[in-house]
């Protein structure tokens, strides 16, 4: 078994042994995390995926100050706030019905609504 600080080495050196042991180790638990903050699975398991690349990236900037597992929920939580947060906001399309079909030409906000979930 390999102690913390070699695993981050083996990550560092571009080992996808180590990469894949991370995943392996973590990722049931990452989707169950982030599925607190957004609405569904699907965008859950893309915010996990967003996480191991920004854990990627930032591997040089990892101080070990804090435990590996420790860094990379606090990447994933920041993530999946920011995530939940901008799909809160947005309205889909397709949320907005059509209210007169008698009239051509260009579309007037007050004969659009939205609608309801």
Same mark, same amino acid.
């Given at each position: 078994? &390999?102690?913390?600080?070699?695993? $981050?080495?083996?990550?560092?050196?571009? !080992? =996808?042994?180590?990469? %894949?042991?991370? #995943?392996?180790?973590?990722?049931?638990?990452?989707? &169950?995390?982030?599925?607190?903050? $957004?609405?569904?699975?699907?965008?859950? !398991? =893309?915010?996990?995926? %967003?996480?191991? #690349?920004?854990?990627?990236?930032?591997?040089?900037?990892?101080?070990?100050?804090?435990?590996?597992?420790?860094?990379?929920?606090?990447?994933?939580?920041?993530?999946?706030?920011?995530?939940?947060?901008?799909?809160?906001?947005?309205?889909?399309?397709?949320?907005?019905?059509?209210?007169?079909?008698?009239?051509?030409?260009?579309?007037?906000?007050?004969?659009?609504?939205?609608?309801?979930?």
């Amino acid at each position: 078994m &390999r102690t913390e600080p070699q695993l $981050v080495s083996r990550l560092r050196s571009g !080992e =996808e042994e180590a990469f %894949e042991a991370i #995943v392996t180790e973590q990722h049931a638990g990452l989707i &169950r995390i982030a599925m607190r903050y $957004v609405a569904n699975r699907e965008t859950a !398991e =893309e915010v996990v995926q %967003e996480t191991w #690349v920004a854990m990627i990236q930032g591997l040089n900037r990892f101080e070990s100050r804090s435990s590996r597992q420790a860094w990379i929920r606090a990447i994933l939580i920041h993530k999946a706030k920011d995530r939940g947060v901008r799909d809160k906001r947005q309205i889909p399309f397709s949320n907005f019905e059509y209210e007169d079909t008698e009239h051509r030409g260009a579309i007037s906000r007050s004969r659009v609504r939205q609608g309801r979930n």
